[in-house]
């Protein structure tokens, strides 16, 4: 089958964008990873499809896949290029936007500065809970939070921040982003037994009360230039944590994100959202 896509970046995590307005492509899990294979098909972090209206009150349904082909709850930076697509493509002409996905509404805003600024509602909690627990585990108190060892292959145990942004993501504080083991310690952080779902795994550097750099290894996709749930969970762990203010840049490698979270309601996430060019792909049919 031959498809049509649109080729997107947000601060360097990149997209294939499919339109599954007017029909669904049906593609299987194989189809998904080939065309993020970036030897086989176009290349990308993840796949986002564009679909119509769910129901009342909500514009569209967003659905991601990750570069692995499975599913997923949230994606904070294809949240921003989603509401460029639907905008440039002329499938609204609305500015704010409510958008349905597996974890909830979310509210981007095109604003007149060509950036994005997308509710992406308030960050829970209670995942950090339930296997602890069961495991009779007790937290470590750092700044008046809880975060929780994580026992790693070779005797290594690390404090994680365990919370949601509609995706599950674990925290750690790491004195320098640059020197953080992420490529080696990431993968199994994502498949640790105390994640059934697997996680993305964050590094956050504080700076200074408003200013961090991170580096995020993504479940099902690997070390990203960045992640916009978790520069989002990575605020909202500093804060609790009191080593961050309400308002913070978070520099990742493929460039700035603005986090703004008032410690009750919902995360605000600001940041560019970019088509790099469309194409066509010839893809074999499903078996
Ligand atoms: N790149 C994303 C997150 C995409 C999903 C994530 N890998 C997961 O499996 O939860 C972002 O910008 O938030």
């Known amino acids: 089958m031959r498809i049509r896509f649109t080729k997107m970046q947000g601060a360097g995590n990149d997209f294939v964008v499919l339109d599954e307005t007017r029909g669904r492509l049906g593609l299987t899990p194989a189809q998904y990873r080939l065309i993020a294979d970036r030897h086989f098909g176009v290349g990308a972090d993840q796949i986002l499809t564009v679909r119509p209206s769910p129901g009342a009150g909500i514009d569209f349904e967003y659905v991601i896949h990750n570069a692995d082909g499975g599913e997923v709850e949230q994606c904070g930076n294809g949240a921003r290029c989603f509401a460029r697509y639907v905008r440039d493509k002329g499938l609204t002409d609305r500015d704010v936007v409510r958008v349905r996905t597996l974890s909830g509404v979310i509210e981007p805003r095109l604003n007149a500065d060509g950036r994005v600024t997308v509710d992406m509602g308030p960050p829970v909690f209670e995942l950090?809970?339930?296997?602890?627990?069961?495991?009779?585990?007790?937290?470590?108190?750092?700044?008046?939070?809880?975060?929780?060892?994580?026992?790693?292959?070779?005797?290594?145990?690390?404090?994680?921040?365990?919370?949601?942004?509609?995706?599950?993501?674990?925290?750690?504080?790491?004195?320098?982003?640059?020197?953080?083991?992420?490529?080696?310690?990431?993968?199994?952080?994502?498949?640790?037994?105390?994640?059934?779902?697997?996680?993305?795994?964050?590094?956050?550097?504080?700076?200074?009360?408003?200013?961090?750099?991170?580096?995020?290894?993504?479940?099902?996709?690997?070390e990203t230039l960045a992640c916009g749930t978790g520069a989002c969970a990575a605020v909202v762990a500093g804060i609790r944590l009191g080593r961050l203010d309400a308002r913070v840049d978070v520099q990742t490698h493929g460039g700035v994100l603005t986090i703004e979270w008032d410690g009750r309601g919902p995360v605000f996430m600001t940041g560019p959202a970019v088509t790099v060019f469309e194409g066509e792909l010839e893809i074999p049919d499903a078996p």
């Open 128 to 222: 950090a809970q339930v296997p602890f627990d069961a495991r009779g585990i007790e937290p470590a108190m750092e700044g008046g939070w809880e975060t929780w060892p994580l026992a790693l292959a070779g005797g290594t145990t690390v404090q994680v921040a365990v919370l949601s942004m509609g995706n599950p993501h674990a925290v750690q504080l790491v004195d320098d982003v640059d020197a953080a083991p992420v490529r080696e310690q990431g993968p199994q952080v994502e498949h640790h037994a105390r994640f059934p779902r697997r996680v993305n795994a964050g590094y956050l550097q504080v700076q200074d009360c408003s200013h961090a750099r991170l580096r995020v290894w993504e479940r099902g996709a690997g």
